[in-house]
């Protein structure tokens, strides 16, 4: 079962990465499979309430990566943290499976207070480089959150979501979509202010028409 488990840990990386070339390049070379095989061992001293040992490995795993995840997270299977250097996942923390986040990622809590304070990713859930999820909310199944979105509430499923703080922009399209967020799913800022003093303006033309209308000759 374990070395099952394993073999589709590097089977997803290889379907998610087409940078990665063989089994033994994702085994040697990428460092989010090494947190996660670190995590997988601090967690399992965790459950058995071995704290200190569990933290112990959890920062061995953070100084060789450079990925700091809890081990009270509980993170699901073929769990793909891509280029890796700068996630932090803490310790309330729920992830789904399938789930990918990139270089820079924050799953973090907003609260000093015990409970539930970290998001929860559900399946198919891809968070872009640079974002920041904060809080004790859940984010729906096959979401997408754009590189520095900075996201402070929940997240329906299946939706794009973009900005600081994040809104949602659309749907996900596709089944994956690296970095959280396609170029067809990036709103143009400028075309948007645009198109929003045309509606004023051809509000203003209509009013002015109205009024026209209405006065005395």
Same mark, same amino acid.
């Given at each position: ?8 840990? %590097?089977?997803?990386?290889? =379907? ?8 033994? #390049?994702? %085994? ?36 060789? @990566? ?25 310790? @309330?923390?729920?992830? /789904? ?37 904060? /809080? ?17 509430? =929940?997240?329906?499923?299946?939706? @794009? ?50 009024? #026209? ?5």
């Amino acid at each position: 079962m374990l070395f099952k488990q394993f073999r589709d840990e %590097i089977d997803s990386i290889l =379907a998610r990465d087409p940078a990665a070339r063989s089994r033994l #390049e994702v %085994i040697l070379c990428y460092p989010g499979l090494h947190a996660v095989l670190f995590y997988r061992v601090a967690h399992g001293a965790w459950t058995r309430g071995w704290v200190t040992l569990a933290r112990v490995l959890s920062h061995l795993g953070r100084v060789l @990566t450079g990925i700091e995840i809890h081990p009270g997270a509980q993170i699901g299977q073929r769990f793909f943290i891509d280029h890796g250097m700068g996630v932090v996942i803490g310790e @309330t923390a729920i992830i /789904g499976n399938d789930v990918t986040l990139y270089q820079g990622v924050t799953l973090g809590g907003t609260s000093l207070h015990g409970g539930k304070r970290h998001p929860t990713l559900e399946d198919n859930v891809i968070v872009g480089s640079g974002a920041q999820v904060l /809080g004790g909310f859940t984010v729906g199944r096959g979401a997408r959150v754009g590189a520095n979105a900075v996201v402070v509430k =929940a997240v329906p499923a299946g939706a @794009t979501v973009t900005g600081i703080p994040a809104k949602v922009v659309g749907d996900a399209k596709v089944d994956f979509c690296a970095y959280g967020l396609s170029s067809e799913d990036l709103p143009d800022p400028l075309a948007r202010a645009i198109g929003g003093l045309l509606d004023e303006v051809s509000a203003l033309k209509a009013r002015v028409a109205e009024l #026209e209308d209405s006065s005395p000759s």
